[in-house]
């Protein structure tokens, strides 16, 4: 079975830094291409970065792109998002994704991944 195990949550003051890691069990992220996700109490689940299967090219919305940073490790099992100069507006539940693409496409849509994560939280908060 595909499962994916977040941690690295927590609650932090802005400005700090969090560094959230995604874990593959039952199977290795070769091939895959990864997407880190968030959803705040109320609102929809946004995308937050994603990495191609192949040549790790990474993508980030406006809304993180110089403070988050995805990567995986290199045996393939894990991916981290290293988030940075957190806001306030940055807390939400946070998810990563993975979806086996092996023509290294990037996917950053939440509709083209079928494997997920329980997701953990993060609260930025003073």
């Known amino acids: 079975q595909l499962q994916l195990v977040e941690s690295g949550g927590g609650l932090v003051q802005p400005g700090g830094s969090l560094r959230l890691s995604c874990a593959a069990s039952?199977?290795?992220?070769?091939?895959?291409?990864i997407g880190w996700f968030r959803q705040a109490l109320g609102k929809e689940r946004e995308w937050v970065s994603c990495?191609?299967?192949?040549?790790?090219?990474?993508h980030y919305p406006d809304s993180v792109e110089g403070r988050f940073t995805i990567s995986r490790d290199g045996a393939k099992t894990t991916v981290y998002l290293q988030m940075n100069n957190l806001k306030p507006e940055d807390t939400a539940v946070y998810y990563c994704a993975a979806e086996f693409e092996p023509d290294g496409q990037a996917m950053c849509a939440l509709y083209e991944y079928d494997v997920w994560g329980q997701g953990t939280q993060v609260t930025v908060s003073s």
């Open positions: 990495m191609n299967s192949i040549g790790g090219i990474a």
């Open positions: 039952g199977f290795t992220l070769e091939y895959y291409a």
